[in-house]
């Protein structure tokens, strides 16, 4: 089952983010999709609030990855720059999808084989105009 929220500023996304973050626990992956400028990582940084990450979260486009602490370890991929993992180290996303931690990750079409096992939750952000944004979130799968 996936849920359709309205969200009509920058506020109500990372609030949006926060609500997510209270059905989150370690293992957890959150897949984030969205054109450039939806929001992903503002709702990312709801979610990291919510979850005790004191510290300025950003988008990790040029890097990869963060990682951040929390009540848990946070990890936050973002995947927009690779083209295939191929020429990378083979062990490049193991870290951030430690068992322990939460993992975000926008642009995750290459972290798929990854993920192999795991049910991650999706969440999808699309523009409606101005500040506007319809955010798709799946429902959680059941834990074990």
């Given at each position: 089952?996936?849920?359709?929220?309205?969200?009509?500023?920058?506020?109500?996304?990372?609030?949006?983010?926060?609500?997510?973050?209270?059905?989150?626990?370690?293992?957890?992956?959150?897949?984030?999709?969205?054109?450039?400028?939806?929001?992903?990582?503002?709702?990312?940084?709801?979610?990291?609030?919510?979850?005790?990450?004191?510290?300025?979260?950003?988008?990790?486009?040029?890097?990869?990855?963060?990682?951040?602490?929390?009540?848990?370890?946070?990890?936050?991929?973002?995947?927009?720059?690779?083209?295939d993992l191929e020429?990378?180290?083979?062990?490049?996303?193991?870290?951030?999808?430690?068992?322990?931690?939460?993992?975000?990750?926008?642009?995750?079409?290459?972290?798929?084989?990854?993920?192999?096992?795991?049910?991650?939750?999706?969440?999808?952000?699309?523009?409606?105009?101005?500040?506007?944004?319809?955010?798709?979130?799946?429902?959680?799968?059941?834990?074990?």
């Amino acid at each position: 089952m996936t849920r359709t929220l309205i969200s009509q500023s920058a506020a109500e996304t990372e609030a949006l983010g926060a609500e997510l973050a209270a059905s989150l626990g370690p293992g957890d992956v959150v897949v984030v999709v969205g054109e450039v400028g939806a929001g992903k990582t503002t709702l990312i940084r709801g979610a990291c609030r919510a979850l005790g990450v004191k510290e300025p979260v950003t988008s990790p486009t040029f890097t990869i990855g963060h990682r951040y602490r929390g009540r848990l370890p946070i990890s936050h991929l973002d995947l927009y720059r690779l083209n295939d993992l191929e020429n990378e180290d083979p062990g490049l996303l193991a870290d951030y999808l430690a068992p322990g931690s939460v993992a975000f990750i926008e642009w995750p079409a290459l972290a798929e084989p990854q993920l192999a096992g795991r049910t991650p939750r999706e969440v999808r952000l699309s523009h409606r105009g101005g500040d506007s944004r319809a955010i798709e979130i799946s429902a959680a799968p059941s834990r074990k």
